[in-house]
């Protein structure tokens, strides 16, 4: 006989909460390992081209590593709804640890010549494939997990830990560049966030070996509901709610890669901040934006996730410029600017968490929400460094990003206002209608 008492049901919950809030870090971790070391990444293996262009081919493999994650959004969302929501989780973990740990041990230009960058592409696209089904796969194993009324609450374990895994790899960094000489760091510091990847990989492994898998998924094995061709089904029945996703996510997307990955190198190269400020900034906005996430995931369950998403969209056409200007000033500013932007994402994130898995029916949740949000970060998430520095290299102003960023917000909020429909109150388990 199962035990469903009211005690156990908060115990397996808070497993559940820990072994999706580890895993999810340690997929984070690693992304932002190598935003956190762009600028010297593109020393060392880009040495022929001048820093403006060196730092755009960083970033065209940065973006080249989102061209995986259709493969990944297709392969694991369809792996999630057949199989289980957990050995997807299993199976992405393997896989983004792994890419992360070789590119940790990659020999560098003047080692191989132009096979470095193109190792290093690859090992990206795997890192991509991976991501491609963890956020949304993390998303859907909490949220089935969750209690009515606080699924936003319990889901915010999620963007809470993308935010924690950007400060500790921020926090590396910055000790890092602060610690070793340039010689030291471009010799052999900067392996040291990727090398990390292999003990923290086998942690989240374990946790996630340690927890069944979701009542949802269960209940629709014991039924014989399992979709047979989730992506197909997906494609057909949910196509609206796909396209509501992406057009919403888009601006997530811009504003969580300019936040975490290219504010970075964007202060150190064009504002003329230390790569010391500039990673203890990051550090600033992360924190802000995890603790954001918190009070931004409460008043999602009181208010819906309708408001919230408005709010938010409506918020990135009002502040980025102002946010980008302060960035400028000195660096309170910049924390101030850069913590701005960080907050608002939060509240984007935390009503997109639990909406991208309510929206959609449980047959083929993962496959459904894995191509609307996967396909905004590929089109919109993965290229936002590349953009925002081709803009401010073209303009000559650097609050150009800030501009870009108010544009996709505009479209994201006519999208929630006409396309979206409140999710926070509908049953995971229901069948094959969407929302």
């Not at 049901?9 to 992304?31: H, P, Y």
């Not at 942690?203 to 996630?208: D, K, M, Q, S």
């Not at 309170?332 to 939060?346: E, I, N, Y």
Request: charged share 10%; aromatic share 12%; net charge positive.
């Amino acid at each position: 006989m199962i035990d469903n008492t009211p005690h156990t049901r908060t115990a397996v919950q808070r497993k559940v909460t820990l072994a999706s809030a580890i895993g999810n870090f340690v997929e984070w971790f690693d992304s932002a390992a190598y935003a956190v070391m762009s600028a010297t990444i593109a020393g060392l293996f880009f040495p022929g081209y001048d820093k403006a262009a060196a730092l755009l081919a960083t970033w065209a493999i940065f973006a080249g590593g989102f061209v995986a994650r259709p493969l990944g959004a297709a392969f694991f969302g369809r792996y999630g709804d057949r199989l289980g929501r957990n050995r997807m989780l299993a199976l992405t973990i393997l896989t983004m640890s792994g890419a992360t740990f070789l590119i940790g041990i990659l020999p560098v230009y003047s080692v191989i010549g132009v096979a470095a960058p193109i190792l290093l592409f690859l090992l990206r696209c795997a890192q991509g494939f991976s991501t491609g089904g963890e956020y949304t796969g993390a998303s859907a194993f909490i949220v089935e997990y969750a209690p009515e009324g606080r699924r936003a609450r319990f889901a915010a374990a999620v963007p809470v830990t993308v935010g924690l895994a950007s400060v500790a790899g921020s926090g590396v960094g910055f000790l890092i560049t602060s610690a070793l000489s340039v010689e030291a760091l471009q010799s052999w510091g900067w392996r040291i966030p990727f090398l990390l990847a292999a003990p923290l990989g086998l942690i989240g492994l374990y946790l996630r070996s340690k927890v069944e898998d979701t009542p949802v998924f269960r209940s629709l094995e014991q039924r014989d509901a399992v979709a047979q061709a989730p992506l197909r089904e997906a494609v057909r029945r949910c196509g609206r709610q796909i396209a509501t996703l992406f057009g919403y996510s888009i601006t997530n997307a811009v504003g969580y890669y300019l936040m975490s990955s290219y504010m970075i190198a964007y202060m150190s190269e064009e504002l003329g901040y230390s790569k010391s400020q500039a990673q203890l900034t990051n550090v600033v906005s992360m924190l802000a934006y995890s603790v954001a996430c918190l009070f931004a995931a409460s008043a999602s369950d009181r208010f819906g996730r309708r408001p919230m998403l408005i709010v938010a969209c409506a918020g990135f056409v009002l502040f980025p410029l102002p946010a980008f200007w302060l960035m400028g000033v000195n660096l309170a500013g910049a924390m101030v600017g850069t913590s701005l932007l960080a907050m608002l994402v939060a509240v984007i994130g935390t009503s997109n968490v639990p909406a991208l898995v309510e929206m959609f029916p449980a047959k083929v949740r993962a496959s459904s929400s894995a191509i609307g949000y996967t396909a905004a970060y590929v089109l919109f998430g993965g290229t936002a460094p590349f953009v925002a520095t081709g803009l401010v290299s073209a303009s000559g102003s650097a609050i150009a990003p800030g501009f870009y960023l108010v544009a996709v917000a505009a479209v994201s909020t006519v999208v929630v206002l006409v396309s979206f429909k409140e999710t926070r109150d509908l049953p995971l388990d229901r069948g094959a209608e969407a929302r």
